[in-house]
């Protein structure tokens, strides 16, 4: 028989309370179920016992608590309920006074104290001594009817252990698998929560998203909180059930969210609450019906300084998910289809609704975010706002789609700490320049945008302020096969964590170079590497007014000959100059002293010497063949 994974995380354990009148009985149950046998010699009240974590299924452990009434201790046995988190209320089958104080005294005084919601058990005990006649089956259930507490009742038998173990069982259950919070019993279907909860996790197994769910994905909802996986016999007659009892259950042969609820409802129905429970855990859910602060939060607290990227199984993931919302295949993720990616949370959107994608990652004509734009988006939550990123990526069903837990979609370097061979792919560069140096044109060329820059009546005194973040493949960029993301952002109020600031000026203007080197002296209190932009280099270039040229500063400073960059250049041109970028930062204490100009230089180089080469090879074999 499959086991169901039932480890509880939110409940540190079950507290059992033992109360009722003198003589019913309840500290030979507690003897009668630790020794496994009756004793007629007990004492008045039992010594509290302790059941270990590991006997239980459900790693919790539990507590038994006796209690004995003289009548005049009442705030004793106060004290005891308000620490319980389950009540057996017992009284003697055969002594009908014990029942009647159990409605007149009992119930109402629990229901005085009790500020929590904490389940009664009724437990009738001494069946073996035969029932009073008065004491009927209605009158017992009029009395679990009237007090909302009450859960069942139980009879049983400290004597002969007739339902002894179900007793302590059913007092376990309460708490770690309660009732209330999926079921009302008056309306006779699932509470509003535990609908919304199990509607997010259908929409999680339901991974081609039509809105059914088929054989695989059965089974592989079965195997993920089964230790073995759905049989051909009970998928069968799981479905056969849906079928004759749940009108709009199946649809061609595959289970709709309707009766994926009915199966649900039908568990609890039958007083099998824990397998609903095993669902809903596993898919981070506590007794409340809300996700665990565990789940949501699976990475512990970092150190400042702390790194946090999407690892390579992290950007798998959001591959699959990207695919699985972009249901008409354009490339783009549509608002509606957003919406959908958002059902799968109640957090909601995860990125702040005011941010403008548009302007921020890679989009569509549309505005809507390409599948590199989603994934550059996603590496940009990491970066800044990591405990919102995980959270969205765990809620969304990370572990169910990759099998593995949450942590293992991001890698995470703290400062000082080995890297364990791991290499950094996301880095944050700070752009600075004078102002209308052309840095927001930079900027927005990086994610293809800068035609759409506005360019603002040069008579008004505006500074554009942007950010943008794209991924630069590895195979562009020398000296790894990495893909790189890199997080332009101008004008950063906070370059602290920046890994590289980047100086721009304007080369048409002769005074812009000078004005650059006054912003670097200002920054250079961060002790952050730099590289230097000359913007706008399709048009005439100037002298700059500065006693050192732009690459003659660079290379006394030991710092890379500065690119010469055009927004309005080619895409190849852009893409060589961002990747460019991405190898100094990369690497930005190793040696620069070619800049980009010079690679072309040398690359062309390069070539003009293996044609000379090939000439001279190809005469000495003609003059060879010709001896």
């Known amino acids: 028989m499959a086991r169901i994974s039932s480890e509880i995380k939110d409940i540190e354990e079950v507290r059992i309370l033992m109360i009722g009148d003198r003589g019913t009985g309840k500290t030979s149950l507690i003897y009668s179920l630790v020794t496994d046998e009756f004793q007629d010699d007990v004492p008045e009240c039992a010594d509290e016992i302790t059941v270990a974590a590991d006997v239980t299924p459900e790693q919790v452990p539990t507590h038994i ?24 209320l017992v009284y003697a089958v055969n002594d009908y006074a014990s029942f009647e104080h159990v409605e007149e005294y009992w119930l109402p005084l629990l229901r005085r104290l009790l500020i929590r919601q904490v389940p009664v058990i009724l437990a009738g005990n001494k069946t073996d001594e035969g029932k009073d006649d008065r004491l009927t089956d209605a009158k017992v259930e009029a009395v679990v009817n009237a007090f909302e507490m009450v859960e069942i009742s139980v009879d049983c038998s400290a004597k002969t252990s007739e339902n002894l173990s179900e007793l302590f069982y059913y007092a376990q259950k309460t708490v770690l698998h309660p009732s209330s919070p999926l079921y009302s019993v008056e309306d006779g279907k699932l509470n509003h929560e535990c609908v919304v909860a199990l509607s997010r996790i259908f929409t999680i197994v339901d991974t081609d998203q039509d809105g059914l769910l088929n054989d695989g994905e059965l089974r592989a909802f079965q195997a993920f909180y089964f230790d073995t996986g759905l049989s051909e016999q009970q998928l069968f ?24 609820l009915f199966v649900q409802q039908s568990f609890i129905e039958m007083g099998r609450h824990e397998s609903t429970w095993a669902v809903l855990r596993k898919f981070g859910y506590n007794t409340h019906l809300e996700l665990r602060e565990d789940y949501l939060y699976p990475l512990p607290v970092l150190p400042p300084g702390s790194h946090v990227e999407l690892s390579s199984n992290g950007i798998s993931y959001l591959e699959i998910l990207f695919d699985k919302f972009d249901k008409d295949a354009d490339g783009a993720l549509s608002p509606h289809e957003v919406k959908g990616l958002c059902e799968l949370s109640p957090l909601g959107l995860p990125w702040d609704p005011s941010l403008e994608l548009q302007t921020l990652v890679q989009t569509n004509g549309n505005g809507w975010p390409t599948k590199k734009g989603f994934l550059s988006l996603w590496q940009f939550l990491m970066y800044y706002e990591y405990k919102r990123a995980i959270s969205y990526i765990t809620v969304s069903g990370y572990e169910f789609a990759m099998g593995q837990p949450p942590v293992q979609s991001l890698n995470v370097f703290r400062p000082q700490a080995p890297t364990k061979g791991r290499e950094r792919n996301v880095y944050r560069c700070c752009v600075y320049g004078p102002l209308r140096c052309g840095k927001s044109c930079f900027v927005n060329s990086f994610i293809g945008s800068h035609q759409n820059v506005i360019v603002p009546d040069t008579r008004l005194p505006i500074d554009r302020q942007s950010v943008c973040v794209n991924c630069i493949p590895g195979s562009i960029i020398s000296g790894t096969n990495k893909d790189t993301f890199l997080i332009l952002e101008e004008k950063a109020e906070d370059p602290i964590s920046s890994d590289l600031i980047i100086i721009t000026y304007d080369t048409t203007q002769g005074y812009s170079f000078s004005e650059a080197l006054d912003i670097k002296q200002d920054l250079e209190k961060f002790q952050h590497p730099f590289m230097v932009i000359g ?20 290379h006394r400073n030991n710092l890379a000959n500065p690119l010469f960059f055009s927004s309005m250049g080619s895409e190849k041109k852009l893409q060589d100059s961002f990747s460019y970028v991405s190898r100094i930062v990369r690497n930005p204490h190793a040696s620069h002293s070619k800049g980009f100009s010079d690679w072309l230089l040398v690359g062309g180089m390069v070539v003009m010497v293996t044609i000379v080469l090939g000439m001279i090879a190809y005469r000495s074999r003609s003059f060879s063949m010709k001896k």
């Open 65 to 88: 608590v006796d209690s004995v009434f003289t009548g005049d201790n009442e705030d004793i046995i106060g004290e005891e309920i308000k620490r319980a988190n389950v009540i057996c």
């Open 535 to 554: 913007l706008k280099s399709d048009l005439e270039s100037a002298r700059q007014s500065t006693q050192l040229q732009p690459r003659e500063f660079c």
């Open 237 to 260: 007659k799981m479905k056969n059930f849906v079928e004759q009892s749940c009108q709009g259950g199946l649809r061609e042969g595959n289970l709709t969210l309707q009766g994926f």
